[in-house]
């Protein structure tokens, strides 16, 4: 009895060690993660939908503000996809005159069927988005083949304070070298995303930066650390310094070039070691 207690103990060993050895050969060969997915953690999509009253968001995702002047849109009422425009080598591109007229085209017949009872022709129903205006992600797919990420978003015209409250949507292919896609780093694509849609934290220490000089709101006497006051996070200061105002974090992600800290209420991404993010 004694023996088989003891070659059944061998058997388990055996067992657990071979599943060790598999799991541990299956971590090493684990892929890293791809372009998408570094976008995807990067870029929270925005939900919209329709309701009676109109355009509702269901979720806003991660604000960003235009940043290049020329980008065209579709109102989101508007069943049609909007023509993309273009961003490589620094440069943004409008779509080319046939697809802005195929829109056209495709406004007059939406029209006809709706049977308006207008004579008019159909108007071009796209619009310029301002530079500095806010917007959200909506779709974002990496086409590694032809070398573009195409990036679509919603123009959400309530976050600038506008009425009646309309919504519109944009669509920009960027272009990158060949062969970029495909090295899995995300930190060059990241950037040129942001030379046309930058991150907008929305934050008291991004508005700060941005405002024209005028009168400082009072300031506490001395720069120490106070804990009963709140913690200002801005862009630029170094990983010691965020872990010096607000400690170790819950959970630290790391992706390529960035790390990404997350605190119970707060995200916040570093790049090349200094805050790029505050969410």
Not at 28 to 33: D, G, L, T, Y
């Given at each position: 009895m004694?023996?088989?207690?003891?070659?059944?103990?061998?058997?388990?060993?055996?067992?657990?060690?071979?599943?060790?050895?598999c799991?541990l050969?299956?971590?090493?060969?684990?892929?890293?993660?791809s372009?998408?997915e570094?976008l995807?953690?990067q870029y929270?999509?925005?939900?919209?939908?329709?309701?009676?009253?109109?355009?509702?968001?269901?979720?806003?995702?991660?604000a960003?503000?235009?940043?290049k002047?020329?980008?065209?849109?579709?109102?989101?009422?508007?069943?049609?996809?909007?023509c993309?425009?273009?961003?490589?080598?620094g440069?943004?591109?409008?779509a080319?005159?046939?697809?802005?007229?195929?829109r056209?085209?495709g406004?007059?017949?939406?029209k006809?069927?709706?049977?308006?009872?207008?004579?008019?022709?159909a108007?071009?129903?796209?619009?310029?988005?301002?530079v500095?205006?806010?917007a959200?992600p909506a779709?974002?797919a990496v086409?590694?083949?032809h070398?573009?990420?195409?990036?679509?978003?919603?123009?959400?015209?309530?976050?600038?304070?506008?009425d009646p409250?309309?919504?519109?949507?944009a669509?920009?292919?960027?272009?990158?070298?060949?062969?970029?896609?495909a090295?899995?780093d995300?930190?060059?694509?990241?950037?040129?995303i942001?030379?046309?849609?930058?991150i907008?934290?929305?934050?008291?220490?991004?508005?700060?930066?941005d405002?024209?000089?005028?009168?400082?709101?009072?300031a506490?006497?001395?720069p120490a650390?106070?804990?009963?006051?709140?913690?200002?996070?801005q862009?630029?200061?170094?990983i010691?310094?965020?872990?010096?105002?607000?400690?170790?974090?819950?959970?630290t992600?790391t992706?390529?070039?960035k790390?990404i800290?997350?605190?119970s209420?707060?995200?916040?991404?570093f790049?090349?070691?200094?805050?790029?993010?505050?969410?």
């Amino acid at each position: 009895m004694s023996q088989t207690i003891q070659k059944a103990f061998k058997i388990l060993s055996w067992s657990a060690a071979a599943a060790l050895a598999c799991s541990l050969a299956a971590a090493q060969n684990a892929a890293p993660p791809s372009i998408a997915e570094q976008l995807q953690a990067q870029y929270q999509l925005a939900k919209l939908t329709r309701d009676a009253s109109g355009n509702v968001v269901i979720s806003e995702g991660t604000a960003l503000a235009i940043q290049k002047d020329g980008l065209k849109a579709l109102p989101f009422a508007n069943p049609l996809n909007p023509c993309a425009s273009t961003y490589a080598d620094g440069r943004l591109k409008a779509a080319g005159f046939g697809c802005q007229a195929a829109r056209q085209l495709g406004t007059g017949l939406i029209k006809n069927l709706l049977n308006t009872g207008s004579d008019q022709p159909a108007s071009d129903p796209t619009v310029n988005l301002a530079v500095g205006q806010r917007a959200y992600p909506a779709k974002i797919a990496v086409d590694d083949k032809h070398d573009t990420v195409k990036f679509s978003v919603l123009a959400c015209d309530p976050c600038n304070a506008t009425d009646p409250p309309t919504y519109y949507k944009a669509a920009v292919d960027f272009r990158f070298p060949k062969g970029l896609l495909a090295s899995g780093d995300a930190s060059q694509v990241e950037d040129m995303i942001g030379q046309v849609f930058s991150i907008d934290s929305g934050g008291d220490a991004v508005q700060a930066q941005d405002a024209p000089a005028g009168p400082a709101p009072a300031a506490s006497p001395a720069p120490a650390p106070a804990p009963a006051q709140p913690v200002s996070i801005q862009q630029g200061q170094t990983i010691a310094a965020v872990e010096q105002a607000l400690g170790k974090p819950v959970k630290t992600i790391t992706l390529a070039s960035k790390v990404i800290y997350v605190y119970s209420d707060l995200k916040i991404t570093f790049r090349n070691g200094k805050v790029t993010d505050v969410q």
